[in-house]
């Protein structure tokens, strides 16, 4: 009990599932915890046995369990969703209850912004709600008009101006639910993210205010918005949380040996990089782009294609590139990417491995598949300066030699050189906003002085 009487405060952390939910929400967890806050990561019974290694002074508990309740299972996406919440608002509360009369009671609960019925328990129980924003603040701030015209209400402020921003993109995956009044499902469980925004205590982005300030401001004028971010491990940015080099939370097993030991032999800024992240997945046909681009490019490659992608390969393209490439199902993106061989990255443009790249100052060839990854690229080429987004043929795919095109120009040509400046003065400003006094430690230390008001 006396270390409990240590804690400054206690916050109950909630990701929704998945890699690019749990990873910025956990490193977030650390560094709250490196400045005396006690932390409970809640999530489902598989994620937090996966999480269990990356623990450290952080305390894992289930709020759902996948492995008798389901994962997707009956119903699809809907299904889950409603036993999900069914379930998991019971055990949240419960979760919240248990500490109540503990020396160290739960002060906040953050929450994933997709799961929208948190922030009500947390009312319900008297207690500090944070909504937490996997996306970018520009992606949140396209959606936003969305969500007034859907509920055929005026917007409280002008539209964000984002002229030329292309048109969303929706994936193709499992139903969430029949849609109506031809809103595709997926937009409507996205849009539900403001049903009840207004109430939340703080707005959290895993941004940093230089990166995204003019929408920050915009933003600014319709909730408490605080940029938190870049949320990597803090090895690569202020190096002042301990013991914090790795996400430790992994979908699949990286190759890190491999890829590690083949990079070291790669001359510094000579490797193209290529990941689509843990959810984009090429189709056939531009599998077979991407490869007659790293086949007919000068440069080494590094590719992640994951095992359900590798039967898109073109057949013994491994084996006829094997002298200049490299094929691996995973790897470890963090190392990989702050590695000096590595001279650009072709990435789907999740906010994720946008911030990474950002924050390690790596060029982007920007392949955006859906959602909000439309906006990140658009942002990439037309803000930050940071990457070329390839023009997409009539089928809506990168030939070949576009995707080479962009390499070349990015690795040895005249824009390449604005944007590696470019790039390099986003990695400063990245860091700057970690460092102690900058803008995002600033604001995490604001949010938890006010735990002590309460």
């Known amino acids: 009990?006396?270390?409990?009487?240590?804690?400054?405060?206690?916050?109950?952390?909630?990701?929704?599932?998945?890699?690019?939910?749990?990873?910025?929400?956990?490193?977030?967890?650390?560094?709250?915890?490196?400045?005396?806050?006690?932390?409970?990561?809640?999530?489902?019974?598989?994620?937090?046995?996966?999480?269990?290694?990356?623990?450290g002074s952080i305390t894992f508990e289930p709020i759902y369990d996948d492995c008798t309740e389901g994962g997707v299972g009956v119903g699809g996406f809907k299904g889950f969703f409603e036993r999900f919440e069914a379930s998991g608002s019971r055990n949240l509360a419960e979760l919240i209850r248990k500490f109540k009369n503990s020396e160290c009671p739960v002060n906040c609960l953050v929450y994933d912004a997709n799961i929208v019925w948190a922030l009500d328990i947390a009312k319900q129980h008297g207690i500090a709600g944070a909504a937490f924003f996997t996306q970018s603040c520009a992606a949140i701030a396209s959606y936003y008009p969305m969500h007034h015209e859907l509920a055929e209400e005026p917007l409280p402020v002008p539209a964000f101006s984002m002229p030329g921003?292309?048109?969303?993109?929706?994936?193709?995956?499992?139903?969430?639910?029949?849609?109506?009044?031809?809103v595709p499902p997926l937009i409507r469980h996205i849009l539900n993210q403001f049903n009840n925004i207004d109430k939340a205590d703080w707005v959290l982005f895993n941004s940093f205010d230089t990166l995204e300030e003019e929408v920050v401001k915009w933003m600014s004028n319709l909730w408490p918005v605080r940029t938190i971010g870049?949320?990597?491990?803090?090895?690569?940015?202020?190096?002042?949380?301990?013991?914090?080099?790795?996400?430790?939370?992994n979908l699949y097993k990286p190759n890190t040996d491999t890829c590690m030991k083949w990079l070291n032999t790669k001359p510094t800024g000579s490797v193209v990089y290529v990941s689509f992240g843990s959810a984009a997945s090429l189709n056939a046909e531009q599998m077979t782009e991407m490869a007659v681009a790293l086949r007919q490019n000068s440069n080494s490659f590094l590719w992640v294609v994951k095992p359900t992608e590798e039967c898109r390969l073109p057949i013994n393209f491994v084996k006829e590139t094997s002298e200049k490439g490299l094929v691996v199902t995973w790897c470890p993106q963090l190392e990989v990417l702050a590695h000096h061989a590595v001279g650009c990255f072709?990435?789907?443009?999740?906010?994720?491995?946008?911030?990474?790249?950002?924050?390690?100052?790596?060029?982007?060839?920007?392949?955006?598949?859906?959602?909000?990854?439309i906006t990140n690229a658009y942002f990439v080429e037309k803000f930050w300066g940071v990457g070329i987004?390839?023009?997409?043929d009539e089928k809506?795919?990168?030939?070949?030699?576009?995707?080479?095109?962009?390499?070349?120009?990015?690795?040895?040509?005249?824009?390449?050189?604005?944007?590696?400046?470019?790039?390099?003065?986003w990695k400063e400003l990245a860091k700057e906003a970690v460092c102690e006094r900058g803008s995002s430690d600033k604001y995490i230390d604001e949010i938890i002085a006010s735990f002590a008001a309460t």
């Open 389 to 392: 987004k390839p023009e997409a």
């Open 165 to 182: 921003l292309p048109q969303l993109i929706i994936p193709n995956m499992p139903s969430l639910g029949l849609g109506t009044g031809g």
């Open 346 to 373: 072709i990435t789907h443009c999740g906010w994720n491995s946008t911030v990474e790249a950002i924050s390690f100052g790596v060029p982007l060839v920007a392949m955006p598949q859906f959602l909000d990854q």
């Open 396 to 425: 809506g795919h990168a030939t070949g030699n576009e995707i080479d095109r962009c390499i070349r120009e990015i690795m040895h040509g005249e824009r390449g050189h604005l944007i590696k400046k470019n790039s390099s003065r």
């Open 230 to 249: 870049p949320t990597l491990p803090s090895v690569y940015l202020d190096n002042r949380v301990e013991n914090d080099s790795d996400y430790g939370f």
């Open 1 to 55: 009990m006396e270390k409990e009487k240590a804690y400054k405060a206690h916050v109950v952390v909630f990701p929704f599932h998945g890699q690019g939910h749990i990873n910025p929400m956990v490193q977030f967890s650390k560094r709250l915890a490196s400045k005396g806050i006690k932390i409970t990561v809640t999530t489902t019974l598989s994620n937090t046995n996966s999480m269990q290694a990356a623990a």
